[in-house]
C-alpha cells in the first residue's frame, strides 16, 4: 500500500491549484518502497487536458535518482475537471513507466481528492493510498 507523508499530499495539492488552468505534474522518487523527495516539474504541454514532464527536467531528476539508489516511486498530475482516475490517455503514456504508481489529484470538486494506481497493461488498478 502506498504510503505518503502529509506534507508531500500537501504540495501536491498546492502545485494542481497553482498550475490552473493547466495540468500539473511531478515525480516522487524512493527507497526500499518508502516515498523519500518529491519533484515539482514543468508541464511541457503548457495543458489543462494533458501533461509531460520538461525532458531537460526529466533528465535532471532520473540522473539524481540514480545518483541517490532511489527509484520513481510515483508519478503525478491533476485533473481539473474529471475525477481522481487515470485516462485512457494517461493509462497509454504509463508503457514508458511500467513500475511507479501513479498519482492522480482531482480538482472537479471543492475538496481535492487524490487516489493512487498501477498500471498494468491497459488496465489501471486503484490502490488504497496512506497518508502519514
Known amino acids: 500500500m502506498p504510503q505518503l507523508p502529509r506534507s508531500f499530499v500537501d504540495d501536491i ?6 498550475e490552473k488552468p493547466n495540468e ?4 516522487i522518487a524512493g527507497r526500499g518502497g518508502e516515498a523519500v523527495k518529491l519533484y515539482r516539474t514543468t508541464n511541457a504541454e503548457r495543458s489543462p487536458y ?3 514532464v520538461e525532458p531537460r527536467e526529466l533528465l535532471k531528476i532520473t540522473r539524481e535518482i540514480d545518483a541517490n539508489d532511489w527509484d520513481v516511486w510515483a508519478i503525478y498530475h491533476s485533473h481539473l475537471e474529471t475525477e ?3 485516462s485512457p490517455t ?3 503514456l504509463a508503457t514508458n513507466w511500467p513500475d511507479p504508481y501513479y498519482l492522480v489529484v482531482s ?3 471543492d475538496e481535492p481528492v487524490l ?3 498501477r498500471i498494468v497493461g491497459d488496465d489501471a488498478v486503484e490502490e488504497p493510498l ?3
Open 130 to 132: 496512506e497518508v502519514a
Open 13 to 18: 495539492i498546492a502545485h494542481a491549484h497553482e
Open 50 to 52: 494533458r501533461y509531460n
Open 90 to 92: 494517461d493509462v497509454r
Open 115 to 117: 487516489k493512487a494506481w
Open 84 to 86: 481522481a482516475r487515470p
Open 24 to 27: 500539473c505534474c511531478g515525480i
Open 107 to 109: 480538482l472537479q470538486d
